[in-house]
């Protein structure tokens, strides 16, 4: 039995609505108390005054690429990537190679996680075989064999009776089905968002209608059928505004918001670099500052990465022909302190939106620090000043658009059951 | 001037030095022996991976009045992305020594990427739908031989705004130099948030010609019917093609632009565009002596 005792720290703990200076006691792999000191002696103490300290973060939006891309991401590297941006669950999309619509896909990414992975990995498997928008997967059986959620992500069901009877069917298995929303004929040719950036300089637009179009056809679905509906990477105004009134009126859907869209606005193509190239694309100044407030006031429930690893080699071609994506574990706190600092937030809602919602939206695990709970924890500076460096990000791939920025608040130390995970050294990762 | 990759970011003042320069490069075109040794020894790369004729040749005869070499690169299918990456691109063509790279792309932003990886002058002959810098410079050239100043002028770009270079970079040319510019055309083919670029769009010919000095028009590309931009060549002809009933919209004196090739009896009736009004083939002649001052700006000319 092993004792760590961290002390001093800030703990915020947003199910219990703890915000406060005190002790947390991990024994083995489990929280044995928060707040108060145990009367036991600690094998290991923890000094971590003017830090925070939280429970890990669960991301609901990644691609690990394995199997079958591996050169770009795997799970062990994306794993590693996500401990050291403090998330300690992950959610892996299920456009790998053979693509995750099968038990046996969905059950050899969970042996790969146990064997190889740094945090927790749950699966989201494909809601139609192949990801083709036709019939529907086995949810049940992939239900059985643990994927938490079905998406199709980017492949968008355009067919409205397939979303329909997805819907339908996730809604008798008790799963989420998350959807990626854009119309991908009015999207056409577009890369970026339609308007006078995408016009000055030359590429295809698709207007935020493409998402907006999308978002009302399933809240009407989800509407229908009863199901649990959530918006994938919510990137434009009137989307915010279509989710509130769904909410309002009682339909069951969430949503998520990725850093990069909460941060940057389509101004950025201007530069015609492909890490600024993304699907939804970065949209206007009104349409990010009406995702910081749905954020903000819990329209959207959370923040998820959509974490898309590409080689450099992929991405370093016209920026037509460069793929959609950009990596978001290792930046995605300090992104997020951002609306803390602007004092949208509180730093118990930030950790809500990080952690506690999006661990809530799929019912699974994690997300507080509960007494006899798993020791799912991060530990947070949020004023350490670091700048993003391909060389110094853990990632395999470096398709980050915050390269070369120096960003504040980054995560020093992660456990997964009380395993150190991610431990920031002075002089970052290596 | 480091590179010329588009209007937008140049001044009016280095604008004005390419169109002086042309002046004089202009009067070699005209001389019986057609080549000065000003470049002699320079190696201009010509990269044109979407196709083109007109402009290609407009540049290689430019470097080679000025005694540099050109060579050609093109790639059948034109899509490097499948076989070589950007900073790849530029490295094989660093290694070739080159002294200037002109590029011609299908796809925007391609001359400003491989300007970033590569330590020579790049020239974008013209990229996707975002700009044509030399070709813009090349009808303000043509315009001040007619009108002097285009100080106060109306210009009216007529045509698909959405998918031209010609007029993004017009745009910004005609408007730096004093102009006020018009751009007309079916809302499907007026890209979002044009007013940005301080022009006013038009949705007649009517509205778009009433008082112009100029007008451009753009090459209606086929293609575009896939696209559903519009419903058929005779309808888009009869409401936006320039003919003599529509030409009389405009001042009586006014003149007539078209980059070429021109799509006789589609967007311009062939008795408009081979009468006074056109200067089509002007545009042809100039073009080579805009060339030929660009090169020689970014390499012997600096000093």
Redesign the interface.
């Known amino acids: 039995m092993t004792r760590t005792r961290i002390q001093g720290a800030r703990i915020l703990d947003p199910l219990s609505g703890r915000d406060e200076l005190g002790v947390v006691d991990v024994v083995d792999d489990r929280i044995e108390s928060v707040g108060r000191e145990s009367a036991a002696l600690p094998d290991q103490v923890i000094e971590a005054a003017g830090l925070w300290l939280a429970p890990g973060f669960v991301d609901l939006h990644a691609h690990l690429r394995e199997p079958g891309q591996e050169y770009k991401e795997d799970i062990e590297t994306g794993t590693r990537a996500a401990a050291a941006g403090g998330y300690t669950t992950v959610c892996c999309m299920a456009n790998t190679d053979p693509v995750n619509d099968t038990p046996a896909v969905t059950e050899y990414i969970q042996r790969r996680a146990r064997e190889s992975g740094a945090v927790r990995v749950r699966v989201i498997a494909a809601a139609t075989q192949g990801l083709r928008g036709e019939i529907m997967s086995e949810m049940a059986s992939l239900a059985a064999a643990g994927a938490v959620a079905f998406s199709d992500d980017g492949s968008v069901i355009m067919n409205a009776a397939v979303m329909r009877r997805v819907l339908e069917y996730a809604r008798g298995i008790g799963r989420p089905v998350i959807a990626h929303c854009e119309d991908l004929n009015l999207r056409g040719s577009g890369v970026v968002h339609e308007g006078a950036h995408a016009t000055c300089c030359g590429l295809p637009g698709s207007p935020a209608e493409a998402e907006t179009a999308m978002v009302a056809r399933d809240l009407e679905l989800a509407r229908l059928t009863g199901a649990h509906l959530h918006v994938a990477h919510v990137s434009a105004l009137r989307s915010v505004e279509l989710i509130r009134e769904a909410k309002a009126a009682g339909v069951r859907v969430t949503a998520e918001v990725t850093p990069h869209h909460l941060s940057l606005t389509d101004e950025t193509v201007r530069s015609y670099d492909t890490n600024f190239k993304m699907a939804p694309p970065l949209r206007s100044a009104r349409d990010r500052e009406a995702l910081r407030e749905g954020l903000a006031d819990g329209t959207i429930d959370c923040v998820a990465t959509d974490h898309a690893p590409h080689a450099l080699y992929e991405k370093d071609v016209e920026f037509t022909a460069a793929p959609f994506g950009v990596v978001g574990f290792e930046t995605a706190l300090s992104i997020a302190l951002e609306l803390v600092r602007e004092e949208r937030m509180t730093p118990l809602e930030l950790v809500d939106r990080l952690a506690t919602r999006p661990a809530r939206v799929l019912g699974i695990p994690g997300g507080t620090l509960e007494p006899g709970g798993p020791a799912d924890l991060v530990l947070v500076d949020p004023e350490r000043v670091w700048k993003v460096e391909s060389a110094r990000l853990t990632s395999r791939s470096k398709n980050s658009s915050f390269l070369g920025r120096e960003l504040r608040g980054r995560a020093l130390r992660t456990w997964v059951g009380g395993r150190l995970a991610f431990a920031l050294g002075e002089e970052g990762p290596a | 001037m480091k590179h010329l990759l588009g209007i937008?970011g140049m001044t009016r003042a280095e604008i004005e030095l390419v169109l002086e320069t042309s002046e004089a490069m202009l009067e070699i075109s005209q001389r019986e022996i057609k080549r000065v040794p000003t470049l002699r020894g320079r190696t201009v790369i010509n990269v044109f991976l979407e196709s083109s004729t007109r402009t290609r040749v407009s540049f290689e005869i430019a470097a080679k009045r000025l005694s540099a070499d050109a060579i050609n690169v093109t790639r059948a299918g034109s899509?490097?992305?499948k076989a070589e990456?950007?900073?790849d691109m530029a490295r094989n063509l660093a290694a070739m020594s080159a002294d200037v790279l002109v590029v011609r792309?299908s796809?925007?932003?391609?001359p400003?990427?491989l300007a970033e990886r590569v330590r020579v002058p790049v020239v974008n002959a013209g990229?996707?739908?975002?700009?044509h810098p030399t070709q813009a410079l090349l009808d303000a050239f043509t315009l001040r031989q007619s009108l002097g100043s285009l100080e106060g002028r109306v210009i009216s770009i007529v045509g698909d705004i959405?998918h031209s270079?010609v007029a993004?970079s017009d745009i910004h040319c005609f408007t730096k130099l004093g102009a006020e510019v018009r751009v007309a055309g079916p809302p499907t083919m007026m890209?979002?948030?044009?007013?940005?670029?301080g022009v006013k769009p038009c949705f007649s010919m009517e509205q778009a010609l009433a008082g112009a000095d100029v007008i451009v028009m753009l090459r209606i590309q086929q293609e575009r019917l896939d696209?559903a931009l519009f419903p058929s060549v005779r309808e888009y002809s009869r409401t936006f093609g320039l003919t003599q009933r529509t030409l009389a919209l405009a001042k009586p004196e006014a003149i007539v632009l078209h980059p070429g090739p021109i799509n006789r009896g589609v967007e311009i009736a062939s008795d408009v565009a081979d009468a006074e009004p056109s200067r089509i083939l002007d545009q042809v002649t100039n073009g080579v002596a805009v060339r030929m001052a660009v090169l020689y700006l970014l390499t012997g000319g600096q000093t």
């Open positions: 937008e899509s490097l992305s990456t950007l900073a792309d796809v925007a932003g391609v400003h990427m990229d996707g739908c975002h700009e959405s270079r993004r890209p979002a948030g044009i007013e940005a670029l696209g």
